[in-house]
C-alpha cells in the first residue's frame, strides 16, 4: 500500500485501480484522503477484499469501462499482484493481449517474485507473462526503489 500511496504524486493524469474479483477506481479516494483514511475507505470499497481474484474479468472492466480514455501508445500500466486467479484464464489472455496492444509498456508487480526459489507456476502468471514487458519483484523497500528507477527510465520513454 504505501506504493500505491506514493503513486498518487506521480502527476494528475495517474489514475489507480485495485481489484479483487472485481475492479475498483481509488484515484479520488487516495487524492482526498490522508493515507490511513484512505485505507479505511479503501478497504470498505472493494468487494472481496483479501478473497481471491479474478485477474482477467478486473482487466476486463478496465479495458471496457476506462480503456478508451487512458489506453494509448503514452500508458504504462502497472499491475501488481501474485498472479493467482480464480477466473477465466482465455478471459486473463484475452485482455492482457488488448492492453499489450493499445499501452505503451506493461510492468506487472509480484510480490512473490523476491524469493529467490520463486517460479511463475501459478496460470495466471502464466497466461499473463507473454504480454508482460517488465516483470518485478515488490516484497520489499529495495525492491519498490528499483521499481521506482525503472518506472521513471520507462515513463521518459514513452
Not at 73 to 99: F, H, P, Q, Y
Amino acid at each position: 500500500m504505501p506504493f500505491i500511496m506514493g503513486l498518487k504524486g506521480v502527476g494528475p493524469r495517474a489514475e489507480i485501480f485495485v481489484f479483487s474479483t472485481s475492479l475498483t477506481p481509488i484515484t479520488p479516494t487516495l487524492r482526498r484522503y490522508p493515507t490511513e483514511k484512505a485505507l479505511e475507505i479503501i478497504s470498505r470499497q472493494v468487494p472481496d477484499w483479501s478473497g481471491g481474484t479474478r485477474i482477467g474479468y478486473s482487466l476486463h472492466q478496465f479495458n471496457e469501462r476506462h480503456g478508451l480514455r487512458l489506453l494509448n501508445k503514452r500508458t504504462v500500466v502497472v499491475i501488481m499482484s501474485d498472479g493467482w486467479d480464480l477466473g477465466a484464464k482465455e478471459l486473463l489472455r484475452r485482455e492482457m493481449e488488448n492492453l499489450a496492444r493499445k499501452a505503451y509498456s506493461i510492468i506487472w508487480l509480484n510480490p512473490l517474485a523476491g524469493d529467490p526459489d520463486y517460479k511463475p507456476l501459478c496460470k495466471g502468471m502464466q497466461t499473463a507473462l507473454p504480454y508482460v514487458n517488465y516483470f518485478m519483484p515488490a516484497n520489499s523497500l529495495e525492491s519498490l526503489k528499483g521499481v521506482g528507477r525503472m518506472l521513471s527510465r520507462v515513463m521518459a520513454g514513452a
